[in-house]
């Protein structure tokens, strides 16, 4: 097993930084009290110092002011201020001939899956469903979910949120790609994904597998051996 290097040290610091942002937003939902509420601003000054320093190591360049304004316009009051992660819905969708639906994003040209954020009101898969109609033109069916990834811990969010990746079946539709969000659409091979597609040598044999008929239990994130430095008995 290798030893963490600088790149696992500074998501840590992400984690910590949003973790204790989180823990001081909560508690400003709950709590009635003006003392606690100053000492919750403190945790979240001392959250944004962390995440500043982060950035500046990163060189971007966004002050401490910045981060403790973002989070304290998202406190609510009790339940609704609880802070958790934000949910992803992320979309594998093969087609008869055992390729994958890709989207490519307009912002950055990067290929990927069908993916956006849970929608109030609509359950986690019908939320597939509409985003694979949406981005790609495509009516797709869910068949089963693959499973629950923390997208702080696997590198490709600086903000608390899980994915819910789910296999589907392509059922219609036409290849049409949303005019705002995507640059292009299209359905792919496994040995002819284009460049660059995000992230495929993680989710890459997992997709094909479901494509080609695999049944299996969905996967999550393994409990890491010590989750903060302060734990002590290393499990």
């Given at each position: 097993?290798?030893?963490?290097?600088?790149?696992?040290?500074?998501?840590?610091?992400?984690?910590?930084?949003?973790?204790?942002?989180?823990?001081?937003?909560?508690?400003?939902?709950?709590?009635?009290?003006?003392?606690?509420?100053?000492?919750?601003?403190?945790?979240?000054?001392?959250?944004?110092?962390?995440?500043?320093?982060?950035?500046?190591?990163?060189?971007?360049?966004?002050?401490?002011?910045?981060?403790?304004?973002?989070?304290?316009?998202?406190?609510?009051?009790?339940?609704?201020?609880?802070?958790?992660?934000?949910?992803a819905i992320g979309c594998i969708?093969?087609?008869?001939?055992?390729?994958?639906?890709?989207?490519?994003?307009?912002?950055?040209?990067?290929?990927?899956?069908?993916?956006?954020?849970?929608?109030?009101?609509?359950?986690?898969?019908?939320?597939?469903?509409?985003?694979?109609?949406?981005?790609?033109?495509?009516?797709?069916?869910?068949?089963?979910?693959?499973?629950?990834?923390?997208?702080?811990?696997?590198?490709?969010?600086?903000?608390?949120?899980?994915?819910?990746?789910?296999?589907?079946?392509?059922?219609?539709?036409?290849?049409?790609?949303?005019?705002?969000?995507?640059?292009?659409?299209?359905?792919?091979?496994?040995?002819?994904l284009p460049t660059p597609t995000?992230?495929?040598?993680?989710?890459?044999?997992?997709?094909?597998?479901?494509?080609?008929?695999?049944?299996?239990?969905?996967?999550?994130?393994?409990?890491?051996?010590?989750?903060?430095?302060?734990?002590?008995?290393?499990?």
């Open positions: 097993m290798s030893e963490p290097g600088p790149a696992d040290f500074t998501r840590d610091l992400i984690r910590w930084s949003e973790t204790l942002a989180a823990i001081a937003r909560t508690g400003m939902g709950f709590t009635q009290s003006l003392y606690e509420r100053e000492r919750y601003e403190e945790v979240l000054k001392v959250a944004a110092d962390i995440k500043a320093a982060v950035d500046e190591s990163l060189d971007v360049r966004r002050e401490q002011d910045h981060f403790v304004q973002e989070w304290m316009e998202s406190v609510g009051e009790g339940v609704p201020g609880y802070v958790t992660p934000k949910v969708v093969g087609n008869d001939r055992g390729e994958i639906l890709l989207v490519q994003r307009k912002d950055s040209g990067v290929w990927l899956y069908p993916t956006g954020w849970a929608d109030v009101g609509y359950s986690a898969a019908e939320v597939a469903m509409k985003e694979v109609e949406e981005e790609t033109g495509i009516l797709a069916e869910p068949v089963q979910l693959l499973g629950v990834v923390d997208g702080m811990r696997m590198g490709f969010s600086r903000f608390g949120m899980y994915m819910l990746l789910f296999h589907m079946r392509a059922v219609g539709g036409e290849l049409q790609g949303h005019p705002l969000e995507t640059g292009d659409v299209g359905w792919f091979a496994p040995d002819a995000a992230g495929a040598q993680w989710w890459g044999d997992m997709a094909f597998a479901a494509i080609n008929g695999a049944q299996g239990a969905a996967t999550f994130d393994a409990p890491r051996g010590r989750t903060w430095r302060g734990d002590h008995d290393g499990g």
